[in-house]
């Protein structure tokens, strides 16, 4: 079956400006996560979504990441008035639940703020 | 929160070879421990995982194993081949709901030569 999937896939900003990100997650999973992954780093934790539930949002780096899942399905990562330090791969997973479970990641979004 | 630390922070074996790759964790109520294996430029993917009420589990030539007392776990990679040759990442989760959320270490990077 599909699995997650991203959009874009690359994206080129400049300093300032305001980017949306989108995840679509594999359906039926009800957990939905959203990582950052800069150049050589390991993977960071940014949000997570449940179901109805009110979402984690204890790994944002700033007010100026915001996060939304509309439906229990799509989510979207919007960072405003980027900085070059927002400059990284953006990665979104899911998972059936949150047992915890195998969180199967999306193919991430490579952020670039110039 | 959590803290995972991961070593070492490159390997290189030559095809045949075993490979170890050894991570700490730091709170004690951690019970779930992914390890993810990520191809350049590709999107990480679970290769085993562990509870905290296994030891050791084995899938093939992949092992891993967890000692709770001392706080550290394990993969290990036998007669490895140059397809094996990717970043390696563990991780550890305390649990259900927001506790599911994934802590990473910093990555292993392995390369196997012929």
């Known amino acids: 079956g599909a699995g997650v999937s991203q959009s874009p896939s690359n994206k080129v900003t400049e300093k300032g400006k305001d980017v949306e990100l989108r995840c679509d997650p594999i359906?039926?999973?009800?957990?939905l996560y959203w990582y950052r992954q800069s150049l050589g780093q390991g993977l960071e934790f940014l949000i997570y979504?449940?179901?109805?539930?009110?979402?984690?949002k204890s790994g944002l780096p700033s007010d100026r990441f915001s996060a939304e899942r509309t439906g229990g399905s799509v989510s979207t990562l919007t960072i405003q008035r980027t900085q070059q330090e927002d400059s990284a791969v953006y990665l979104c997973?899911?998972?059936?639940?949150?047992?915890?479970?195998?969180?199967?990641f999306g193919p991430g979004t490579r952020l670039t703020v110039t | 929160g959590e803290n995972v630390e991961q070593h070492p922070s490159t390997l290189s074996v030559q095809e045949g070879d075993s490979a170890v790759i050894k991570c700490t964790y730091s709170?004690?109520?951690?019970?779930?421990f992914p390890w993810y294996k990520q191809e350049l430029g590709k999107r990480p993917q679970l290769i085993i995982d562990i509870r905290s009420n296994v030891g050791e589990k084995k899938d093939q030539r992949i092992a891993v194993t967890l000692n709770k007392t001392a706080k550290h776990f394990s993969l290990h990679i036998t007669e490895t081949q140059p397809e094996d040759s990717a970043v390696y990442f563990c991780?550890?989760?305390?649990?259900?709901?927001?506790?599911?959320?994934?802590?990473f270490g910093t990555g292993t990077r392995l390369q196997v030569t012929l």
């Open positions: 991780a550890a989760s305390l649990g259900t709901g927001t506790a599911s959320k994934l802590t």
């Open positions: 979504f449940q179901g109805n539930s009110a979402p984690d």
């Open positions: 709170d004690s109520a951690s019970n779930y």
């Open positions: 359906s039926g999973h009800t957990a």
């Open positions: 997973a899911s998972s059936k639940s949150s047992g915890p479970y195998e969180q199967y």
